[in-house]
């Protein structure tokens, strides 16, 4: 079968521009529940050493759950607000980066574009992801949050994806997979056809309900959201930890088929293809960053992760990541302005978190 990848790098993140005198990037990270813009001022800090950030806020601007005419008005929406708040014309930009959610993120950008400029770039959020996993260099991003995706770009710029087909048809690994998981373990306990598992007690009891069977009927009579459901893997997370097998191999399994998917990725892109310096069994060390709720679990997830992913790339650094999905978007916004060595990526993070949390 002749493949190509499900997602490529837009030109504009491959170009090296030199605009010296660009001040301000936004990046936006928009999403099923939420929208997030942030614009950075690349100028001169202030007195304390610190640059600015200003931060804008909108809801749902996934495409598949609101619709691409009310996806694009939240983008725009947080997207002024951050220009608003930094005090500058949208004009001022050098380049604005949205990372979106979604299956096909292409009539959002045709839309955002005919409202804004060409310097508005739409890409789809698992390149955000990458950058923020990555600092936008070779590497992978996994996301496991409510969904899954994988996505990940090699040194010579080769890039693909796996996974990302959503809750019918994939997420693997995922909060929602975990917690579809875990209901099925226990209806099987319930009867009779799978082991005994403490899953049993704790499901009904999250969802304040009397009976195994009471939660799997309003499964169908009153639909859980996917929010609702992926938030039961919390409780599968601690059982696994106080050794109930069944919640144990639940995270064992997730791990191994999120681990195939990233294992995928660093195949297709030559991640793990010696090096040509002598020392290339597995290729140059390359970061796998981890990004989403799911690997809030902990060891009992991320290290039979880290055994699949070192199966095929020994030199691959897993690690979670801890800076906003939005710095991602920044940091390609920057990019675009030939700006990419003007803040470090831990830095960035902080000023993130700061402003967060004001």
Known sequence: MERDSLVELPAAL??????????????????????????????????????????????????????????????????????????????????????????DTEDVARNVRAARTDAWLVVNDVVGAWATATGGG?????????????????????????????HTLGDEGSGYWLGVQSIKAALR????????????????????????EAVAARVYSKPLTKGEIAAFAIETAKLAERGDAVARELYERGARELGEQIAAVIRQTGLAEPSGDGDGDGGQEFPVGLIGSAFK???????????????????????????????????????MCGKAEEIAAKDLAELIEQALRG
Not at 87 to 98: F, H, P, Q, S, Y
Not at 139 to 165: E, K, L, M, P, Q
Not at 203 to 212: R, T
Request: proline share 5%; with cysteine; charged share 15%.
């Open 14 to 103: 491959s170009a090296q521009p030199s605009r010296p005198h660009a001040r301000y990037v936004m990046g936006v990270d928009g999403g099923a529940t939420k929208t997030l813009a942030a614009v950075l001022d690349l100028g001169a800090a202030d007195g304390t050493g610190q640059r600015a950030l200003h931060l804008g806020h909108g809801g749902p601007s996934n495409q598949d759950a609101v619709g691409s005419q009310a996806a694009v008005a939240e983008l725009l929406r947080a997207a002024d607000e951050a220009i608003a708040g930094a005090g500058i014309d949208a004009g001022e930009l050098c380049a604005a980066v949205l990372a979106i959610a979604g299956t």
């Open 138 to 166: 070779p590497g992978v991003a996994a996301i496991a949050g409510t969904g899954s995706n994988v996505f990940g770009v090699g040194a010579d710029a080769r890039a693909w994806r796996a996974g990302g087909w959503g």
């Open 189 to 212: 306990d319930r009867e009779a056809s799978g082991p005994a598992t403490a899953l049993s007690d704790a499901l009904p009891a999250f969802f304040g309900e009397s009976s195994v």
């Open 297 to 335: 679990a902990g060891r009992v997830f991320v290290q039979p992760l880290s055994e699949t992913i070192h199966a095929c790339a020994p030199n691959a650094r897993v690690e979670t990541v801890e800076m906003a999905p939005v710095g991602g978007s920044l940091l390609l916004a920057a990019r």
